[in-house]
């Protein structure tokens, strides 16, 4: 890593690194800016006289020189932050001036390049004379040039990574900038990788680990040593054209570090793989550059075994361990490899803290009790996008946590040597022939509380705050970008903090529905007509009606066994599952109760053989639960059943009050007639939510109707079409007794009017009976129409049920008419995001997500339900 | 809904001079709200009854409104058609605005007779129940008659409904009991379907005039005429209201009446606030976190300190935010004590990088109102993250609930704690705590202690 010369540039380009902070140096007059102008994007050139004019209006105002230096660090430091080249168009001849910007690049990791002009004192004067504008001193170009002369020797010494010289103003004209990718970054190179953990010298349990993956490793023996003996070589390619990735640490303590080292070169040298230094490589290097180190960790069995290796090859050994780059951002910027990992901020750039990052971990400066450095634990808190593989750190198994895995599973400890596959994130291992080295450290020492939890869910007990709160943008695989506004998060911390259920059992949250159109049937609010309408419209060919029961909506999760939860939710505690509400409630506030009807679904799905079918041995199901009054009890006493008490009692005393007038001849046959309908209507308005209602003394008065089997090990089955969903649920009731209830459905072809006809038929009789009336969704769970993604249900309710939503009296003609102007496109809006987080908070958990990423998308769904939309739609 | 007014004064029919009604006539009215008609069931010498019948428009009440969300007028189900409420205030004085003002041109006489007079109101929503009734109307001299309806018949388990028929008689002005009729009307039913706006104020000093000042229940009258609005953040809460919640759940944490008025006469609440702030003085603390700092009491208590050089308070509630920086005056606070205080909106169950680097936190009746499961994120978030050098948590101690007369066995002081602690669960938790985390941890009582169960209220004071 150390080329970059003092360039005195005659011709030729200046390559400066794609992400960097080029500093232009030169005296007022001697042409940075169109130098700036003609290489840089305006965006990417700060210029300390623009903002001199920001701060101060005047772009030659000396005062405000602090003022605008003060804004000009700012923004660099933002575009910085934020990977972005960035070009400081200001004299910097005093040394100072460049100390800041150089601190200003070391922090943000950003490559400080120089490009200087040094241009004869005339031509910068005459130029200063043409602007009105510069009116400062004679003395002052002298001054600033003096300044710069005196610098250039050291520039490079100062820290600055590339320095271009510029002294000729026709060269300066012809140069041209190119713009140089950083050696870390190899995003093109996307794979498949076998990413391969810390090898330590152990060649045989490496050749066995590449044939294991399927490498064929040829070897073939050369002239190599220096007696005149012979060497091996090895040629190691992948018929499916796979590339390895060695993470460091080649090198010390096993048996054959040669041998590796061969094999390694080999394959780098040919391409069929990529390596990244290791602390040991490090300090082999400086050794065989002559430095003094300390003989320690195995470095002296490396020595010992590449004695007697050529002159030649010691040098090409020098070579490559000096040619090796810190890390690699690869596959579109998706994967980085590092020997010790590397932090969110440090990755792609480039520094000598990024190095020592990559190299050594996040070290603290303590020891610890064995002697050895402490590390903070960087991937705890890694919130980054992309996958980090690295090792390091031996442990007994390579695990997952917050995308990041480190893979050195201590062979040369006699642990085992392993590959992780990419991008099938398959791990691969083989075990160690023999204990080769006595670990200093045992490798249990790690936090490993004795549980039977991953190191992720045992990560995963606490969330943070800044996982969910404010605005929030949440990328679905159904919908890209969707906003959760702050307001909404504000509501949804409050609800989840004070009324959720544990977090780790929320992996999906219910979207809400939208009904149909209003229709025009007389006396009716909702018809089917309109919700076959909208799926026809919208491009679907058949859906699917099922019954809407009016009970309230629940989502279960049932395991097979009791130690489930513990091993795939990381809840420890008893159970088999759990029942919870559309706002993430308990939904029963007796445990007993919830852990019998647990029970005895999961005794259903046993008998009816899912388990085994779906190879899982947890379910997530979306229910309705009846009835209706066990949860709305409140809602019944406190809104519903005062209504009608009200209504009845009122409108009782009015009509015989109104008889009384009548009778003595008033007029108000047509006041009468009024109220006496009022009254019947009221009358009606209570039966309707009194077929709801029935009281709830055990588990027996429950009913409880699953209608998506909305997941399960491995699997979201949203790729399955309602058919299956509700054949699969029908086995279940059939063998759940008077409990479990399969909902009646009916399959309708949209381009089939008999079809049509007759599910409407059948809505007219169920909702005749009091029914709640029913949902229509597109035959397949996820189903994109020919304006993007379906509405995925659509509810059509009854018009008995619906007085309940609408009030006792909204059938009247003059109510029903202002009733039929609604507006259904913000529901619509919300319920297909909802749905996409929904789906997405599934997917996330199927595919051992960390929580906060599952946790982010529930309790997205928690905050737009805080959105204010009509209630009763 | 329907008011009848009768009079037996006879000639009866003179009812409909001061009324400005004639009883012959079946006359409507056009309000905003709806419409009114005046009509008379019984016309005679002896007895006369006119009737105000109110056909309150109930798409109209929820259409058309700013706000289509929250509060009962959000609701198509809603009683506001069938009850006595401000919308019969507004329509008598609408409909019998000359009599309510005291006119009355043909006959103007007749205006401060006091006759014989009975009001029957078909359904008023008491809420408050008879007790209220006999509250607000014996002390002006009426008789009162009320039934009470069931909630619905068929359902006897659901018990009674806050509706009541009533009749009230009197022998006074028609003109003041239209005035008692308009003020009382609303309070009962503790509810106003319009703004309330300072000009609330005036109507009420009018119609009360020569009666409110001397009422008994005046202070109750008027709290419930001058009812306050929801806020926004309130709606927004309640959107996301299960439902099987009543509305009290929801508010629990920003009100706990209950609680106070249990512990009010031990004057607790300012017991356990100093008890707090002097353990926290002594600690040596000078940057403090209230967490669950409510409206703002201990943060107010903290600022008079001048050790507190820092006094940071988080709550989960917005709702409770807002009163608490009303309370505190932040907004005009001088720059110098503003720059002492801080209230943050989080949650003690997610980790918080704004909390860490304090001297000491405070959770005062704070735990008990976390799930039990919960109750561990809660314990990493403030020992193992924030990790303040020293913590004190009070709670309840549910040994000494025996001695709340008010209090039922087995009932918590709150709706909202999910658990009440005896003072040996308490140790037992504290002493957890404190061998997870370093810490080391002493308990003391707040309040006078009770020889057998001990003190109302216990703290644990963590160092580490």
């Given amino acids: 890593m150390s080329n970059g010369r003092i360039s005195p540039v005659k011709n030729m380009e200046i390559k400066v690194p794609e992400f960097s902070l080029v500093v232009m140096v030169g005296v007022s007059g001697s042409g940075k800016s169109t130098f700036a102008r003609k290489h840089f994007r305006p965006t990417e050139v700060l210029s300390s006289d623009a903002f001199r004019a920001l701060v101060a209006d005047d772009d030659g105002d000396q005062s405000a020189t602090p003022d605008a230096f003060d804004a000009l660090f700012h923004v660099a430091g933002i575009r910085l932050r934020n990977r972005r080249l960035t070009v400081i168009d200001a004299t910097n001849t005093q040394k100072e001036a460049r100390r800041g910007l150089l601190e200003l690049a070391r922090r943000y990791h950003a490559l400080p390049v120089a490009i200087v002009l040094d241009m004869p004192n005339k031509i910068c004067m005459d130029r200063n004379r043409e602007r009105p504008d510069r009116a400062f001193g004679k003395h002052v170009i002298p001054q600033q040039a003096s300044q710069l002369r005196r610098s250039l020797r050291g520039l490079r010494r100062e820290g600055f990574r590339h320095v271009y010289v510029l002294s000729d103003p026709k060269v300066v004209d012809r140069v041209e900038v190119e713009r140089v990718p950083l050696w870390t970054d190899k995003r093109s190179e996307t794979g498949p990788f076998d990413i391969i953990g810390d090898v330590h010298g152990c060649f045989d349990e490496l050749r066995a680990l590449l044939e294991e993956l399927g490498y064929r490793v040829d070897v073939r023996r050369s002239e190599g040593v220096d007696d005149g003996g012979l060497s091996n070589e090895f040629d190691v390619t992948h018929p499916e054209g796979r590339k390895a990735v060695f993470l460091g640490d080649l090198v010390d303590r096993g048996p054959n570090v040669p041998d590796v080292l061969r094999l390694v070169m080999n394959m780098v040298q040919h391409g069929n793989a990529l390596c990244v230094p290791g602390n040991h490589e490090v300090k082999l290097l400086r050794k065989l550059n002559g430095k003094n180190v300390r003989v320690a960790h195995g470095l002296a069995q490396t020595l010992e075994q590449l004695e007697g290796q050529s002159a030649t090859w010691m040098s090409e050994l020098r070579h490559f361990l000096d040619g090796l780059v810190s890390h690699y951002v690869l596959d579109h910027g998706r994967l980085i490899v590092a020997h010790a990992g590397l932090r969110e901020d440090l990755q792609g750039r480039a520094s000598a803290t990024v190095r020592s990052f990559a190299l050594y971990g996040d070290t603290t400066g303590e020891i610890d009790e064995f002697g050895l450095p402490v590390r903070h634990d960087w991937a705890k808190e890694y919130r980054g996008k992309a996958m980090v593989v690295y090792g390091h750190t031996p442990t007994p198994e390579a695990e997952w946590l917050n995308r990041t895995i480190c893979i050195d599973t201590g062979c040369v400890f006699g642990g085992k040597l392993t590959a992780l596959r990419y991008p099938e994130q398959e791990l691969v291992s083989v075990p160690a022939r023999e204990v080769w080295c006595e670990p200093v450290r045992p490798l249990e020492s790690e936090t490993s509380e004795p549980s039977n939890r991953t190191a992720q869910q045992q990560h995963d007990d606490l969330l943070w705050l800044d996982d969910v709160a404010g605005k929030r943008i949440v990328s679905t695989r159904l919908r890209p970008n969707i906003t959760i506004r702050a307001e909404n998060s504000t509501a949804a911390l409050e609800v989840m903090s004070r009324f959720a259920i544990d977090p780790r059992w929320l992996i999906y949250l219910p979207p809400t529905m939208s009904p149909c159109e209003t229709s025009t049937v007389d006396e009716y609010l909702e018809y089917p007509t309109e919700a076959f309408a909208h799926y026809r419209a919208a491009g679907i060919e058949s859906v699917v009606c099922q019954e809407k029961h009016m009970g309230s909506r629940a989502v279960v999760i049932v395991c097979r066994s009791e130690e489930v939860p513990a091993r795939r939710f990381g809840i420890e505690g008893n159970g088999v599952g759990v029942c919870f509400t559309r706002t993430g409630r308990a939904f029963f506030h007796d445990d007993e109760l919830e852990r019998a009807l647990l029970v005895h679904l999961r005794d259903a799905i046993e008998a009816a053989g899912l388990w085994d079918e779906l190879t899982t041995d947890w379910i997530c199901l979306d229910c309705e639960l009846m009835p209706w009054s066990a949860k709305a009890q409140a809602l019944i006493l406190e809104q519903y059943a005062p209504t009608g008490a009200a209504g009845r009692a009122a409108l009782r005393e009015a009509v015989s009050t109104l008889e009384r007038a009548a009778d003595r001849g008033a007029d108000v046959a047509a006041q009468l007639e009024r109220h006496r309908t009022r009254l019947a209507m009221l009358d009606r308005y209570v039966e309707a939510f009194d077929h709801y209602c029935w009281p709830v003394a055990s588990l027996s008065d429950y009913r409880l109707a699953p209608f998506h089997v909305l997941a399960s090990e491995g699997h979201v089955h949203v790729d399955r079409d309602h058919v299956w969903h509700m054949q699969k649920i029908a086995r279940v009731c059939d063998r759940g007794g008077a409990l479990l209830h399969a909902t009646p459905y009916r399959v309708v072809e949209l381009s089939d009017p008999a079809s049509e006809a007759d599910a409407t038929a059948w809505w007219r009789q169920r909702t005749d009976e009091g029914g709640e009336g029913m949902v229509v969704k597109p035959i397949d769970f996820v189903a994109r129409g020919n304006r993007g993604l379906a509405q995925p249900a659509i509810k059509c309710r009854g018009p008995e049920y619906l007085r309940i939503i609408y009030g006792p009296e909204y059938r009247a003609p003059e109510h029903l008419a202002r009733l039929r102007q609604r507006a259904l496109s913000s529901k619509r809006s919300l319920a297909i995001r909802e749905f996409a987080l929904g789906v997405e908070a599934l997917e996330r958990f199927v595919r051992k997500d960390p929580l906060r990423r599952v946790h982010e998308c529930v309790f997205g769904v928690l905050a737009l339900e805080s959105e204010p939309i009509d209630p009763r739609l | ?464």
């Fill in chain 2, 1 to 464: 809904m329907l008011l009848t007014i009768s009079t037996t004064r006879e000639p009866a029919t003179d009812l409909g001079y001061l009324l400005h009604k004639h009883p012959d006539r079946v006359q409507e009215f056009d309000l905003a709200f709806g419409s009114a008609q005046v009509f008379y069931p019984e016309v005679g010498p002896e007895l006369c009854t006119a009737a105000l019948l109110l056909d309150v428009d109930p798409i109209g009440l929820v259409r058309g409104r700013g706000s289509e969300t929250g509060g009962p007028l959000g609701r198509y189900v809603n009683d506001r058609p069938y009850v006595a409420s401000s919308f019969l205030s507004v329509a008598i004085g609408r409909v019998f605005g000359t009599a309510l003002s005291g006119t009355c041109k043909q006959r103007p006489e007749l205006v401060a007779e006091a006759w014989p007079l009975q009001v029957r109101l078909a359904v008023v929503p008491a809420r408050g129940g008879e007790a209220l009734l006999q509250r607000l109307f014996e002390p002006l001299g009426y008789s009162i008659v009320t039934h009470r309806h069931p909630l619905d018949a068929r359902h006897e388990e659901w018990g009674a409904s806050p509706y009541f028929t009533v009749t009230l008689t009197k022998t006074t002005t028609l003109r003041e009991l239209l005035a008692h009729l308009y003020v009382l009307i609303p309070v009962l039913d503790d509810d106003k379907h319009y703004y309330i706006g300072v000009d609330e104020v005036d109507k009420l000093l009018r119609h009360g005039a020569g009666w409110l000042a001397n009422h008994p229940a005046r202070e109750e009258i008027a709290l419930r005429s001058l009812r306050r609005q929801r806020s926004l953040a309130r709606m927004a809460l309640e959107r996301l209201r299960d439902e099987d919640e009543s509305e009290s759940r929801v508010e629990a944490v920003e009100r706990s009446a209950v609680e106070e008025a249990l512990e009010q006469p031990l004057r607790l609440h300012r017991v356990r606030l100093d008890a707090v702030r002097d353990a926290l003085h002594d600690l040596g603390a000078k940057r403090v976190l209230d967490l669950g700092c409510g409206e703002g009491k201990l943060l107010r208590l903290l600022l008079r300190d001048k050790q507190f050089e820092c006094v940071v308070g988080l709550d989960t509630s917005i709702r409770c935010l807002e009163v608490a920086a009303e309370r505190l005056h932040l907004d005009e606070m001088a720059p110098r004590m503003r720059e002492r205080v801080e209230l943050l909106h989080g949650s003690l169950t997610y980790r918080d990088t704004r909390l860490e680097g304090f001297d000491a936190a405070a959770l005062v009746e704070v735990i008990e109102h976390v799930e039990p499961s919960r109750l561990s994120a809660l314990e990493r978030v403030v020992f193992e993250h924030a990790r303040p050098t020293s913590v004190v948590v009070t709670t309840p101690n549910a040994e000494y609930n025996v001695r709340f007369a008010g209090l039922p066995a087995g009932r918590f002081r709150h709706a909202d704690h999910r658990f009440e602690w005896t003072r040996s669960e308490f140790a037992t938790w504290a002493a957890s705590v404190s061998e997870r985390f370093g810490y080391a941890s002493t308990i003391a009582p707040i309040g006078d202690v009770d020889d057998e169960v001990g003190s109302p209220c216990q703290m644990a004071v963590f160092r580490r």
